[in-house]
């Protein structure tokens, strides 16, 4: 809008805000989900805390340490809420979550596929890497949609139990899996002919 000082004045901010999130909730493994009410950092596993990677980018994935802390972010949520569910790993939406009888939810399952796409795009220089993440983003894809309807409806949540599932359609749980898909296309691009391929 031609509005350059202020442009830069609000990506100045922007840029404390994301310095001020790293130096008062990252932990070893990944960010606290927030404070209590007393000031405490929560340290509870949650998946919205993807949403530090994407879409807001706090941690750059084009810089190697900041990739580095994504990774570790990624597979303590995994170890923490994340189950095997259709060959694929799914994501609880944090821990302890018993909303609609618990189990996984679709849209925090997508969501750690999106990441681990955008990981596969910034691993340029090793297309291992790339490969696995994308392995592991496409095996999520497909727990999802193994919990939608015949019709290919997904859910918000993917139940307790094969084939049960809450709020279906859900427009979240379907806009994250277009949003996958289209950068699954991208890491494919990148990737090339030259791709060994494991599966679809």
């Known amino acids: 809008m031609g509005e350059e000082a202020l442009?830069?004045?609000?990506?100045g901010t922007a840029e404390r805000v994301r310095q001020?999130?790293?130096?008062t909730l990252w932990l070893e493994d990944g960010f606290a989900r927030g404070l209590d009410a007393d000031g405490r950092l929560d340290t509870s596993a949650d998946s919205s805390v993807l949403g530090l990677l994407t879409p807001?980018?706090?941690?750059?994935?084009e810089v190697e340490e900041e990739?580095?802390?994504?990774?570790?972010?990624?597979?303590?949520?995994?170890?923490?809420?994340g189950v095997e569910s259709n060959?694929?790993?799914?994501?609880?939406?944090?821990?302890?979550?018993?909303?609609?009888?618990?189990?996984p939810s679709a849209v925090s399952t997508l969501w750690l596929a999106r990441v681990m796409l955008a990981l596969a795009l910034?691993?340029?220089?090793?297309?291992?890497?790339?490969?696995e993440y994308r392995e592991r983003a496409m095996a999520a894809m497909r727990a999802a949609l193994a919990s939608g309807t015949e019709t290919g409806l997904l859910p918000e949540m993917m139940g307790p139990a094969p084939g049960s599932h809450w709020a279906v359609p859900h427009g979240w749980a379907m806009a994250s899996f277009v949003m996958a898909a289209l950068l699954l296309d991208q890491v494919e691009g990148?990737?090339?002919k030259n791709f060994e391929r494991h599966g679809g």
Do not use: C, P, T
Request: proline share 0%.
């Open 122 to 131: 910034a691993a340029k220089d090793d297309q291992r890497a790339a490969a």
């Open 56 to 61: 807001f980018r706090v941690l750059r994935l």
């Open 7 to 11: 442009a830069g004045e609000w990506g």
């Open 67 to 81: 990739r580095a802390k994504a990774r570790r972010l990624v597979e303590n949520l995994v170890e923490r809420i």
């Open 20 to 23: 001020a999130l790293l130096s």
């Open 87 to 103: 060959g694929g790993i799914a994501l609880y939406r944090f821990e302890r979550d018993d909303y609609a009888g618990g189990g």
């Open 190 to 192: 990148r990737l090339g």
